[in-house]
């Protein structure tokens, strides 16, 4: 059996992976993968969505690279996951390096979050509001955001999207979360503050960018998990691929890999309130990986020739 249909017989709502926009109209063979529906039931735009991608130029909206996800989906009836609002990164230089009051600034959020949230409406299961507002130190994140507002930018990016689409869940989403350190508790504090505001949220998305012999393991993930479904939120699994150190990656390594995948997915399995698991991207041939960790790589269920990994084998055992 298939990946989705496997996680939903288990209790998960999806199984799911990123799609590389530049990938799905020159190879069929991703395409034909990825848009297998039992397969992968949810689908997140790697790159279309972000604010580079929407809004490059102020006021000038551009939904082509994004609405190739969502039209993907619908073509294959697939969920989606949206991706991303407030984020410092890939972020056009006319709002990074502008000079911003807290109104000025609120007025260009407004904006960006109403016509981006606007244009999806109704095609969104979740959307990550905020993401990647914690340093892996547990300081918040230096942004504009952070220099005009300090952390109130971050209840209001929820109250903001919440007016924009009422009926999508609104995530806080960041990486490093799995190991239940200091940015941990920093994300826990980040989930009350915005509800002390009176601002809503529904769910922390933990991307899941691991590391092949590093990954916690199932107990302690779900453990981690619980902190938060605790504070009366979801939780999911949004970016989830676990890269070898260095490559190539041995026998041994392979069957590590497997079983970091495994407890993962396990972990979500294990705790009541953890909704899905998302990959980001399903095959070595299309990783984020390679082009940012210098000599890493091999991270995703499927290799570059698209066959299935040990990866890909551990992961439907324990679903
Ligand atoms: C990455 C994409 O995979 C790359 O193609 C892009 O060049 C940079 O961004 N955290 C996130 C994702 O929330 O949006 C990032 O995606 C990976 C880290």
């Not at 969505?49 to 996800?69: A, L, N, V």
């Not at 949206?82 to 006319?94: A, D, E, F, K, R």
């Not at 209001?156 to 009422?166: E, G, H, I, V, Y």
């Amino acid at each position: 059996a298939q990946l989705h249909d496997l996680a939903v017989r288990a209790g998960l709502k999806y199984f799911g992976t990123a799609l590389r926009e530049g990938a799905i109209n020159s190879d069929s063979q991703y395409a034909a993968i990825l848009g297998d529906n039992r397969e992968f039931g949810q689908l997140v735009p790697e790159n279309g969505q972000k604010w580079e991608s929407t809004q490059r130029t102020r006021g000038q909206f551009t939904f082509t690279q994004g609405d190739i996800t969502t039209n993907t989906a619908r073509q294959n009836g697939q969920g989606v996951r949206c991706h991303t609002l407030t984020w410092h990164s890939q972020l056009p230089s006319w709002v990074r390096d502008g000079s911003w009051t807290k109104a000025t600034l609120t007025e260009v959020m407004e904006t960006h979050i109403n016509n981006v949230m606007g244009h999806y409406i109704g095609q969104c299961y979740a959307w990550d509001v905020v993401n990647e507002a914690i340093n892996d130190d547990g300081n918040w994140r230096d942004s504009v955001f952070l220099s005009t507002f300090g952390t109130e930018y971050i209840p209001l990016s929820f109250q903001l999207a919440k007016a924009a689409d009422p009926n999508t869940k609104l995530y806080y989403n960041d990486y490093n979360l799995e190991y239940n350190g200091a940015k941990t508790d920093r994300a826990v504090e980040l989930v009350q503050l915005v509800k002390a505001a009176g601002a809503p949220i529904d769910g922390v998305g933990f991307q899941g960018h691991l590391i092949v012999g590093s990954t916690p393991g199932r107990s302690n993930l779900a453990t981690t998990l619980r902190r938060f479904t605790a504070l009366g939120v979801e939780v999911a699994y949004t970016e989830l691929d676990i890269r070898h150190s260095s490559l190539p990656a041995s026998a041994s390594a392979q069957v590590t890999q497997g079983n970091d995948f495994a407890n993962v997915v396990g972990s979500c399995l294990d705790v009541t309130g953890c909704v899905g698991v998302t990959v980001w991207s399903f095959t070595d041939k299309y990783s984020w990986i390679p082009e940012t960790f210098d000599g890493q790589g091999d991270a995703l269920i499927y290799d570059a020739n698209f066959n299935k990994k040990a990866a890909w084998t551990s992961i439907s055992s324990v679903l």
